[in-house]
């Protein structure tokens, strides 16, 4: 079992930058990509990208546009979402997942077995 707890939401403005963490515990990490998604109200649950913990190498949803940044920090056992120049579309809950990592990097929330509870971002313009 991999347990994950979300922070750093809030409400912000338009144009802002944000840090969400991710921290993780119950199994070592060494085996997992970390991912995050996102759903709007009414909406699918959305994928933004994703880090392997193994090698740190990252995979992001093309529409991202290199606003969003994942990294991580394995003295803490924390995956960070760097968001830059947010906008009022940007408004989500945003989820970490985790998965055990093979020879993909897969975007679809069925393929991820843990779950955080998610943390509510609000973009106000």
């Known amino acids: 079992q991999v347990q994950l707890v979300e922070s750093g939401g809030g409400l912000v403005q338009v144009g802002a930058s944000l840090r969400l963490s991710c921290v993780a515990s119950?199994?070592?990490?060494?085996?997992?990509?970390i991912a995050w998604f996102r759903q709007a109200p009414g909406e699918e649950r959305d994928f933004v990208g994703l880090i392997r913990w193994s090698t740190a190498n990252t995979f992001y949803k093309d529409s991202v546009n290199g606003r969003f940044a994942i990294t991580r920090d394995a003295a803490k056992n924390t995956v960070y979402l760097r968001k830059d120049s947010l906008k009022p579309e940007d408004t989500a809950v945003y989820f970490c997942?985790?998965?055990?990592?093979?020879?993909?990097?897969?975007?679809?929330?069925?393929?991820?077995?843990?779950w955080g509870q998610g943390t509510q971002v609000t973009v106000s313009s």
């Open positions: 119950g199994r070592t990490l060494s085996s997992y990509d």
């Open positions: 997942a985790a998965r055990q990592s093979d020879m993909w990097y897969l975007p679809h929330p069925s393929d991820y077995a843990y």
